[in-house]
């Protein structure tokens, strides 16, 4: 979100985005509540890189985890999650206005854009994202 040291790339970037089934499930909310009650401002410890943005410090992280864990796949990195993102709305069968408004991209179509996704509530929105299959099997709580 825009505020303190941060910026949206357009006004699309601006948008509610439903949590999927299995993000709660392992905890998401308990973590986000955690996170909150100790006064942190971000969802997960991360620094700013050499660059200044978050994402390469936590790209370098998310590589080294999932490399320590034997989860490492070739092509699969911390860049291509909006892809395979996309990807899964597209074979979950999603519309692409919706597709298109999840991933925080505009609209051209001007019926999308005054009667399309942004319309759309939160909860048709999470049936969408919960078309996604979700495979957590590796995923085991922290010591």
Not at 77 to 104: I, N
Request: proline residues 4%; glycine residues 6%; aromatic residues 8%.
């Amino acid at each position: 979100h825009a505020g303190a040291g941060n910026s949206l790339k357009s006004p699309s970037a601006s948008r509610r985005i439903p949590v999927h089934d299995e993000l709660l499930r392992l905890g998401l909310v308990a973590l986000a509540e955690r996170r909150k009650a100790i006064g942190a401002s971000r969802l997960f410890d991360v620094k700013r890189g050499a660059l200044g943005t978050f994402s390469s410090w936590f790209s370098k992280r998310y590589h080294n985890y999932r490399t320590a864990e034997g989860l490492y796949q070739l092509g699969k990195d911390f860049h291509s999650l909006r892809k395979d993102f996309y990807q899964d709305l597209r074979a979950a069968q999603v519309d692409y206005p919706v597709r298109v408004h999840l991933m925080g991209h505009a609209l051209k179509d001007v019926s999308e854009t005054n009667y399309g996704p942004a319309h759309q509530n939160l909860r048709d929105l999470k049936r969408c994202i919960d078309r996604i299959p979700a495979d957590t099997l590796a995923i085991r709580p922290r010591a």
